[in-house]
């Protein structure tokens, strides 16, 4: 059998790396946790970018880390085919680092926000979303200050009409409305892909949300990806 | 070569969300000035040695690109003086 190791990069101020290797394990998924500076051991068949709050969020969250040596190895091995997620700051340096389009910028509530939301699965033929249905509702928890999805109204445009979007922010019935947009995401979208479906972020917390014991198990769907 | 300051600044574009500045706005309104509208502006000073201002800014410009803005979010521009 192929060892399959799943590396969780590590940066100074990340703080959901060992959540998301514990999540991993729980579904056997073997996963280390990667000291940046280290680069990507050979043999990685998935890469997870885990939350926090890299280089003290200098400049913009996720400005720093998106530019250091380990996120081009994180460019070259997806280029190739290797599943790359990134959760909360990985979204935003996923963003910074152009692996997925658009930004995550200041809340709408200028404030930062942990609770637990809803999310409406808008495309569910992908690696990260094919556990569930589409239009399924699932609950997962936030914890950011800077995750209000910005991008420019064309390329919106673009992501709807290639089925981009994995997840918006919606109310427990599925409706996506302004009310239950917790940070004023435009179209309140959650998650994209890419420019290839095995590359995704996302600023909800799938890894706190797959342990039966802790905040519920609707995000094990979306680290299914890498089993 | 000579001796040049790059003044970067770096704002939201038109139209794009400032919660900050508008959380500031309300803090100077609730201090009693009057105001129609507040933006928020981050500006970097850069020294650095080129041949002339051209390549100055032409550096400063590739600066604000690659790191210094966010261009999904942001524009920039850039001021270049003798030091």
Request: proline share 4%.
């Given at each position: 059998m192929v060892a399959v190791t799943v590396a969780v990069v590590r940066f100074g101020g990340s703080n959901c790396d060992r959540d998301a290797r514990r999540a991993l394990g729980h579904l056997g998924v073997d996963a280390e946790i990667v000291w940046h500076e280290d680069g990507l051991p050979a043999d990685t068949t998935g890469v997870v970018v885990p939350g926090g709050f890299s280089y003290g969020d200098?400049?913009?969250?996720g400005a720093m880390a998106a530019r250091s040596p380990v996120m081009a190895e994180v460019r070259a091995v997806a280029a190739d085919g290797t599943p790359v997620l990134g959760v909360c700051n990985g979204a935003q340096i996923g963003c910074e680092s152009g692996l997925t389009p658009g930004a995550f910028t200041t809340n709408r509530s200028a404030r930062f926000q942990c609770e637990h939301v809803h999310l409406r699965v808008e495309n569910a033929d992908t690696p990260w979303t094919a556990a569930y249905d589409e239009g399924e509702v699932i609950e997962l928890p936030i914890a950011h200050g800077e995750g209000r999805f910005e991008v420019a109204d064309d390329r919106l445009e673009e992501l709807r009409a290639d089925d981009r979007v994995l997840f918006r922010y919606c109310d427990a019935d599925g409706a996506v409305t302004d009310a239950a947009n917790p940070n004023g995401s435009t179209d309140n979208v959650a998650g994209v892909l890419g420019d290839r479906d095995h590359v995704a972020v996302l600023m909800p917390h799938p890894e706190r949300a797959s342990l039966p014991d802790v905040g519920g198990t609707d995000g094990q769907g979306v680290l299914r990806a890498f089993e | 070569m000579t001796a040049y300051t790059a003044t970067v600044t770096v704002r939201l574009k038109r139209g794009v969300l400032d919660p900050e500045a508008e959380t500031t706005q309300q803090a100077l309104e609730r201090l009693g000035f009057d105001l129609e509208d507040l933006r928020s502006a981050d500006r970097f000073e850069v020294d650095l040695e080129a041949d002339d201002a051209a390549a100055a800014e032409d550096r400063a410009t590739e600066m604000a690109e690659r790191l210094l803005a966010n261009p999904t979010i942001h524009d920039y521009d850039v001021e270049v003086a003798e030091a």
């Amino acid at each position: 059998m192929v060892a399959v190791t799943v590396a969780v990069v590590r940066f100074g101020g990340s703080n959901c790396d060992r959540d998301a290797r514990r999540a991993l394990g729980h579904l056997g998924v073997d996963a280390e946790i990667v000291w940046h500076e280290d680069g990507l051991p050979a043999d990685t068949t998935g890469v997870v970018v885990p939350g926090g709050f890299s280089y003290g969020d200098y400049l913009r969250a996720g400005a720093m880390a998106a530019r250091s040596p380990v996120m081009a190895e994180v460019r070259a091995v997806a280029a190739d085919g290797t599943p790359v997620l990134g959760v909360c700051n990985g979204a935003q340096i996923g963003c910074e680092s152009g692996l997925t389009p658009g930004a995550f910028t200041t809340n709408r509530s200028a404030r930062f926000q942990c609770e637990h939301v809803h999310l409406r699965v808008e495309n569910a033929d992908t690696p990260w979303t094919a556990a569930y249905d589409e239009g399924e509702v699932i609950e997962l928890p936030i914890a950011h200050g800077e995750g209000r999805f910005e991008v420019a109204d064309d390329r919106l445009e673009e992501l709807r009409a290639d089925d981009r979007v994995l997840f918006r922010y919606c109310d427990a019935d599925g409706a996506v409305t302004d009310a239950a947009n917790p940070n004023g995401s435009t179209d309140n979208v959650a998650g994209v892909l890419g420019d290839r479906d095995h590359v995704a972020v996302l600023m909800p917390h799938p890894e706190r949300a797959s342990l039966p014991d802790v905040g519920g198990t609707d995000g094990q769907g979306v680290l299914r990806a890498f089993e | 070569m000579t001796a040049y300051t790059a003044t970067v600044t770096v704002r939201l574009k038109r139209g794009v969300l400032d919660p900050e500045a508008e959380t500031t706005q309300q803090a100077l309104e609730r201090l009693g000035f009057d105001l129609e509208d507040l933006r928020s502006a981050d500006r970097f000073e850069v020294d650095l040695e080129a041949d002339d201002a051209a390549a100055a800014e032409d550096r400063a410009t590739e600066m604000a690109e690659r790191l210094l803005a966010n261009p999904t979010i942001h524009d920039y521009d850039v001021e270049v003086a003798e030091a």
